[in-house]
């Protein structure tokens, strides 16, 4: 059983040379002929397919269309080419708390941010005091979100987030916040979405985080995918020195 | 279609959440608050009373009530459609994280103007129990000409809302055309005053129709007469589909541009 299905995926950023930012200066500039792109591809040809119950890592340096990659998926980005199939429902944690308003209180924003993501306000009436209780925050539930630490805020979203009963589960390096024990929770959360069958797509840079959790590791670089298979033989070409460039060679 | 529209159902909770922000945020910070919103026509129903009947001695009966009417529509429509030009801007961090279906922002824009407009009839059932103005039983069809005029504007404010993320200035140059627009729909003169060769400005543009068909039964007590529900409901029905098709075409490149 499929989850996820990318085939040939390309993001193409069209960046002006000239910044275009106005109708008056397009109509100008294409006028006289002069409109100009330079284009970055954040993700090139990208063909995966991802199966039920899985947990993939997704590794790469920084500006490797990690970030895109979980994108696409999550449909915040609808690629430039080629097609992504998602089979089953998505939970996206892609920045924790991206929904909260700070001048409403963290009750008021669990509920802004379960609407966010498509909850009705009775699915969330439902859930609100395990939310609560797993971000550990009964004791300043209404007071606005402003005064929370970032590592509040971070329990707060991830906690919104994660109460659902996911097939598709999309995390993009959320773990670095919180202290060592909620961390440990968020582990424990993961864990548990793994037992139930839940495809897990972890961007991390953290490749201990990586190996611990995924079975298979995807390595993007320069928006290409470099290499996709088990997750340990990955992780040490990626390490290993000699694989520095290992794209240039291929194309 | 169908797709899309089940989404935004999936989404009402959100939609409620972005309407009742909306209302929340623009009172908020004024001490009279709500009051502003029924104050605020009246003011201006003041000073163009005075400057239209009583300086330039425009002959309309009842002319507070005949401005009020037209003004009322006109405010809502270019409201809605002016804050439209904004919502994809404004909710750009947000935009730029989670998926939602965009039209979901357009939709909140429309409605949160259509109960910023229901608020604003509160004045107007004063200003016409004060002058003695009677009530017809036609007030029954305002719901359609509400529902008309909404449509309109929300298929405006689809076609605007896309293209003000790729091209910044449309919002501004909006503004300005909302001016002539504006002098060019009969909210503070009678249509008859516009001499017979540019009636054609006049009676092609939409808004005029939509004016007519809400002030029909407040102001004449009669319904719309049907050349004007024709138009109106044809302009309606044209605005959506043009709106909801760019719109189709449009918003999945916003998330590029914001």
């Given at each position: 059983m499929l989850a996820l299905e990318l085939s040939d995926v390309t993001v193409r950023f069209r960046l002006p040379r000239d910044r275009v930012r106005t109708l008056k200066e397009f109509a100008i500039n294409w006028l006289r002929g002069r409109i100009r792109f330079d284009e970055l591809e954040a993700l090139a040809q990208v063909s995966c397919a991802i199966h039920r119950g899985e947990s993939v890592g997704v590794i790469g340096r920084n500006g490797a269309g990690k970030s895109t990659f979980l994108k696409v998926i999550a449909r915040v980005l609808r690629p430039t080419t080629g097609t992504v199939r998602v089979h089953g429902t998505l939970a996206?944690?892609?920045?924790?708390?991206?929904?909260?308003?700070p001048e409403l209180s963290g009750r008021e924003n669990i509920f802004l941010n379960g609407a966010i993501l498509g909850r009705s306000r009775r699915?969330?009436?439902?859930?609100?005091?395990?939310?609560?209780?797993?971000?550990?925050?009964e004791a300043f539930i209404d007071a606005p979100v402003r005064t929370y630490s970032s590592g509040m805020v971070a329990r707060l979203g991830f906690a919104v987030a994660t109460d659902v009963e996911p097939d598709i589960l999309l995390v993009d390096e959320v773990l670095a916040v919180g202290d060592l024990a909620f961390q440990e929770r968020c582990l424990e959360r993961f864990h548990g979405?793994?037992?139930?069958?839940?495809?897990?797509?972890?961007?991390?840079?953290?490749?201990d985080l990586v190996r611990q959790l995924c079975t298979r590791v995807l390595w993007l670089d320069g928006g290409r995918l470099v290499?996709?298979?088990?997750?340990?033989?990955?992780?040490?070409?990626?390490r290993?020195?000699?694989?520095?460039?290992?794209?240039?060679?291929?194309? | 279609m169908g797709t899309a529209i089940r989404e935004i159902i999936q989404y009402r909770s959100l939609l409620r959440n972005l309407v009742a922000r909306d209302v929340k945020i623009r009172y908020r910070r004024s001490a009279l608050g709500v009051a502003w919103?029924?104050?605020?026509?009246?003011?201006?129903?003041?000073?163009?009373?005075?400057?239209?009947?009583?300086?330039?001695?425009?002959?309309?009966?009842?002319?507070?009530?005949?401005?009020?009417c037209g003004f009322l529509l006109w405010n809502f429509f270019?409201?809605?459609?002016?804050?439209?030009?904004?919502?994809?801007?404004?909710?750009?961090?947000?935009?730029?994280?989670?998926?939602?279906?965009?039209?979901?922002?357009v939709l909140a824009t429309v409605l949160s103007g259509l109960i910023n407009l229901a608020l604003s009839l509160v004045p107007l059932a004063l200003l016409m129990l004060v002058e003695g103005h009677s009530f017809s039983i036609h007030?029954?069809?305002?719901?359609?000409?509400?529902?008309l005029a909404a449509a309109f504007a929300l298929g405006v404010s689809l076609l605007l809302a896309p293209l003000c993320v790729l091209f910044a200035d449309i919002a501004q140059i909006y503004q300005v055309v909302l001016v002539a627009w504006m002098y060019l729909t009969p909210i503070f003169y009678p249509l008859e005053i516009v001499p017979p060769e540019y009636r054609v400005l006049v009676t092609a543009n939409p808004m005029t129709h939509f004016v007519e068909t809400f002030r029909a039964p407040i102001y004449s007590g009669t319904l719309p007469d049907t050349g004007t529900l024709l138009a109106a409901a044809t302009a309606a029905a044209t605005a959506l589909v043009v709106g909801w098709v760019t719109f189709q075409h449009y918003s999945d490149r916003v998330a590029y541009h914001i």
């Open positions: 996206p944690l892609l920045e924790l708390g991206a929904g909260f308003d699915d969330m009436e439902r859930r609100f005091a395990r939310i609560v209780e797993f971000a550990e925050l979405f793994r037992a139930c069958g839940t495809t897990l797509v972890l961007v991390s840079h953290s490749l290499a996709d298979g088990p997750a340990a033989e990955v992780i040490s070409r990626y290993s020195p000699s694989a520095e460039e290992p794209v240039q060679a291929a194309s | 919103t029924m104050l605020n026509p009246l003011l201006m129903m003041m000073v163009f009373t005075l400057v239209f009947a009583h300086f330039l001695r425009f002959s309309i009966a009842h002319f507070p009530i005949y401005f009020l270019a409201q809605a459609t002016s804050w439209s030009t904004a919502c994809f801007v404004g909710y750009a961090p947000l935009l730029r994280k989670i998926y939602l279906p965009k039209a979901v922002l007030l029954m069809f305002l719901p359609v000409a509400l529902l």
